[in-house]
């Protein structure tokens, strides 16, 4: 007893400085004392018993066991080879479930402790730091260099659309194709009302057109068709992942779930696909 007798050091609330043990907290110690000196007395009786539980004892030479010693140490090497299996398993499919590494995601002070590794040698050889690493560019790389840094950037946001980018996309589609001014002046002077308003009476009358530009327009047409699709933005399909849709509208619902609640049904998942999974 402490504090003046009014707590037991064995009582279950002895760090709290305000109780004080009744009767009940010595009946509860007395149990647990009961129990504790059973459990002790039952341990010595099956540490004595080794041919009631043989699989206490099968430290040794293992090749000396016969009947059931031998039939439990073959269960228990199965029962360990097994969890070593499922824990291998259990690692390759994090690892295959990992998305790739981006290099967009690396830091600038780790893409330069990467580069400085890359060309240190040559730095050191030609008694350079990495301010001067660009010495050691060729011409060509130079140049690419050049050309990528006084590339206009993309428009991004409400820029795609204002009068501008629109301005420019029609001339890049434009700036191939070939104009005769000879026949544009004829035209004109065999047309009075070339250029019409609103308020013709020609309006909405769609002039002669040959066929040689009508090819050409199908033409263009083609080819920017073309080069639309090598610019595509589909992802790479990765052959080890696993299939779990029926085509593309279905695979784009199955992210957006997976995203939502793969996390709650992650484990769930995984006994299912390893056939680990419990009745309730």
């Avoid at 030479?61 to 824990?87: H, I, P, S, V, Y």
């Avoid at 730095?123 to 990528?148: G, I, V």
Wanted: glycine residues 4%; aromatic residues 8%.
């Amino acid at each position: 007893m402490s504090d003046e007798g009014r707590v037991h050091p064995d009582c279950r609330n002895a760090s709290n400085p305000y109780h004080e043990c009744s009767e009940y907290c010595f009946t509860v110690i007395a149990e647990a004392k009961s129990r504790m000196d059973q459990n002790q007395s039952d341990s010595e009786e099956h540490a004595d018993d080794g041919d009631d539980h043989p699989e206490e004892n099968m430290e040794g030479d293992f090749t000396k066991f016969t009947g059931r010693k031998k039939k439990l140490w073959e269960l228990r090497m199965k029962m360990n080879k097994a969890r070593k299996d499922n824990q291998m398993d259990i690692a390759a499919e994090k690892k295959r479930l990992e998305p790739p590494q981006e290099s967009r995601g690396i830091s600038k002070q780790k893409w330069l402790e990467e580069r400085k590794k890359r060309i240190g040698k040559l730095l050191d050889a030609n008694n350079l730091d990495m301010k001067s690493a660009y010495m050691l560019d060729t011409q060509e790389m130079a140049e690419a260099k050049y050309k990528k840094w006084e590339k206009d950037p993309a428009p991004a946001g409400w820029d795609v659309f204002n009068q501008k980018t629109l301005y420019d996309a029609y001339k890049k589609r434009t700036k191939n194709i070939e104009i005769d001014l000879e026949e544009y002046n004829r035209m004109k002077e065999a047309d009075p009302e070339f250029y019409r308003e609103a308020s013709s009476l020609q309006y909405g009358k769609a002039p002669k057109i040959s066929e040689d530009k009508i090819d050409k327009m199908v033409k263009e047409l083609k080819d920017r068709e073309e080069k639309k699709k090598s610019f595509s933005r589909r992802r790479r399909f990765h052959d080890e992942k696993d299939i779990d849709s029926i085509n593309d509208r279905n695979e784009h619902f199955n992210k957006k779930i997976e995203r939502a609640f793969g996390r709650y049904t992650l484990e769930i998942k995984n006994n299912l696909e390893r056939g680990t999974a419990l009745p309730d």
